[in-house]
């Protein structure tokens, strides 16, 4: 099993549209979540981090579920310019980094 | 906030070449590096992990004599792709992060295009 496991997509949906998505990972001790956003041809770019409570920033809110090993993470009222490809990013303990291929998201007009 | 800079951000040269990345953290020291590949249209791909004062950890695949790396000082790790080939045209990310539990924060990025 992967470290860490995300739905790849894509996920098409109108502008206004609400789309969630999940990213599991399989070392209960990881302590620390983060989701990413990357654009075509450029780097990953830090979205949010991701609390234990969930957090939310602004159209974002990011999940934690434990018991299940997942994070998740949810974009109200999309808008075209969230198009892009979603990474999850858990760092164990041990320094060593792990990561999802990406979750592709196309905001349509 | 955390930057990470990296240079040169486009290389093109002929095949045969030894191309040397660097990555910086600018306000913050980082013991690991990580160095990344990513080919066009796909995922982003762990290549090594960059160790100061120690030798790097390479994931499996990649070859250690091909892909140099060095990470002399805390706030520099240099990728050296080396005698370059067409197929190692591919776009190179560093990332470093501040400490433990915190974010990963990418350079810009390295597009090399080996003709």
């Known amino acids: 099993r992967k470290e860490v496991e995300q739905d790849p997509g894509p996920f098409n949906v109108p502008e206004g549209a609400t789309v969630a998505f999940n990213c599991t990972y399989s070392?209960?001790?990881?302590?620390?979540f983060f989701w990413y956003r990357q654009d075509c041809r450029k780097e990953p770019k830090l979205l949010m981090s991701?609390?234990?409570s969930g957090n939310e920033d602004g159209r974002f809110t990011a999940q934690l579920n434990r018991a299940s090993q997942y994070i998740s993470l949810l974009i109200r009222d999309s808008k075209l310019s969230d198009s892009a490809t979603y990474l999850c990013?858990?760092?164990?303990?041990?320094?060593?980094?792990?990561f999802g291929a990406g979750t592709t998201v196309t905001v349509r007009a | 906030g955390a930057v990470v800079s990296q240079h040169p951000s486009r290389v093109i040269c002929k095949s045969g070449t030894s191309v040397k990345i660097e990555c910086r953290s600018l306000?913050?020291?980082?013991?690991?590096m990580f160095w990344y590949r990513q080919f066009p249209k796909q995922s982003l791909m762990l290549m090594a992990t960059s160790n100061e004062g120690s030798k790097a950890t390479y994931e499996q695949g990649v070859e250690k004599d091909k892909f140099l790396i060095n990470h002399a000082s805390l706030t520099l790790s240099t990728l050296t792709v080396t005698s370059a080939h067409p197929e190692d045209s591919s776009f190179y990310i560093c990332?470093?992060?501040?400490?433990?539990?915190?974010?990963?924060?990418f350079g810009d990025g390295t597009r090399l295009s080996i003709l």
């Open positions: 990013v858990v760092p164990p303990n041990d320094y060593k980094l792990s």
């Open positions: 070392n209960s001790a990881s302590q620390s």
């Open positions: 991701v609390y234990s």
């Open positions: 306000d913050f020291q980082a013991t690991t």
């Open positions: 990332s470093a992060s501040p400490g433990a539990g915190q974010p990963q924060h």
